[in-house]
């Protein structure tokens, strides 16, 4: 079935550091790729997304390219800061409709001072 | 983006008791809703696929006699964790899709944290 993998958590990095945070899928066709963060004690809110290949997704300086060749959906974002502390979802959406939103274990991520 | 609403934001019940969450769409329609049950530093599981007019549609391992979801229309889906127990204990998030196919995502409530003690 479909799944997504991403990367163990948690992350932690100093202020102004660069972040990739590794996504890759399973999925038949071309489903809808997503991103999504989740701040201490929130619900989820949708930080980029990317629905056919080649396609980038940024928001807030975050970034991800839909790579079909390899299954791929990094996030990255140049300088992060403190306040990007939080646990970050990676997600699809099968494209054989039904639009229920398959989800990555999540990553934390921590940025110090 | 459009707007989904999940209330109680949180929860406190004795075990034994039964608990009501509310899923609404604030602006738009939506025939399908979606509940995803969240446990401490874990993802979100899908649990149920809220069918307007018809009966959910529950993942494996899920009860449905535990986990009732009822889809009246189509700003509404609630699901009632009938008799609650303290491993009930969970973050509940909903999520809903603009039944005009408009958008690729769903939108996600804020979530219901509930505590059974």
């Known amino acids: 079935g479909d799944s997504v993998t991403q990367m163990e958590g948690p992350v932690t990095l100093s202020e102004e550091a660069f972040l990739t945070i590794n996504c890759t899928y399973t999925a038949t066709g071309y489903p809808s790729l997503f991103w999504y963060v989740q701040y201490p004690g929130e619900g989820l809110q949708l930080l980029l997304k990317?629905?056919?290949?080649?396609d980038k997704g940024s928001n807030k300086g975050f970034e991800a390219t839909y790579r079909k060749e390899t299954t791929s959906f990094h996030l990255e974002k140049g300088s992060v800061q403190v306040s990007d502390s939080a646990v970050y979802f990676c997600a699809l959406s099968p494209d054989t409709g039904g639009f229920k939103t398959i989800f990555g274990a999540g990553t934390r991520l921590f940025v110090k001072a | 983006g459009a707007v989904v609403s999940q209330h109680p934001s949180w929860v406190i019940c004795k075990s034994g008791t039964s608990v009501k969450i509310e899923c609404r769409s604030l602006d738009f329609q939506a025939t399908t809703m979606f509940w995803y049950r969240q446990f401490p530093k874990q993802s979100l599981m899908l649990m149920a696929t809220s069918n307007e007019g018809s009966k959910a549609t529950y993942e494996q391992g899920v009860e449905k006699d535990k986990f009732l979801i009822n889809h009246a229309s189509l700003t509404l889906s609630t699901l009632t964790v009938t008799s609650a127990h303290p491993e009930d204990s969970s973050f509940y998030i909903c999520?809903?899709?603009?039944?005009?196919?408009?958008?690729?995502?769903?939108?996600f409530g804020q979530g219901t944290r509930l505590t059974v003690v």
């Open positions: 990317a629905t056919k290949a080649d």
């Open positions: 999520s809903a899709r603009d039944a005009s196919g408009g958008d690729t995502e769903a939108f």
